[in-house]
Nanobody, 118 residues
């Protein structure tokens, strides 16, 4: 069974940094795309950043220049370095893993809370 486990969330002051990590277990092959999504109270889940197996990345506009996503294909891990955090970044952050070769599979982590105080 594939499991995604997030870590690194916490409470930080505005302007501070956090690094989120997600470890995928249960698969011997790396996922096509891994990414981070977030959901604030009363809001819908939104894309934060994704990274493909070849290293290409995609970020939502509001985090460009502040967040950086990276992955280790051999370890099936994905990380999100978050700098210059703002109160509006407060949310539960979810790891996502999508696809293995041509297989349309998708997994979600349980989420990790990020709280940015002003």
């Amino acid at each position: 069974q594939v499991q995604l486990v997030e870590s690194g969330g916490g409470l930080v002051q505005a302007g501070g940094s956090l690094r989120l990590s997600c470890a995928a277990s249960g698969s011997t092959l790396s996922f096509n795309v891994m990414g981070w999504y977030r959901q604030a109270p009363g809001k819908q889940r939104e894309l934060v950043a994704t990274i493909s197996r070849d290293g290409s990345t995609n970020y939502r506009d509001s985090v460009k220049g502040r967040f950086a996503i990276s992955r280790d294909n051999a370890k099936n891990t994905v990380s999100l370095q978050m700098n210059g955090l703002k109160p509006e970044d407060t949310a539960v952050y979810y790891c996502n893993a999508d696809g293995i070769r041509g297989l349309r599979i998708n997994y979600w982590g349980q989420g990790t809370q990020v709280t940015v105080s002003s």
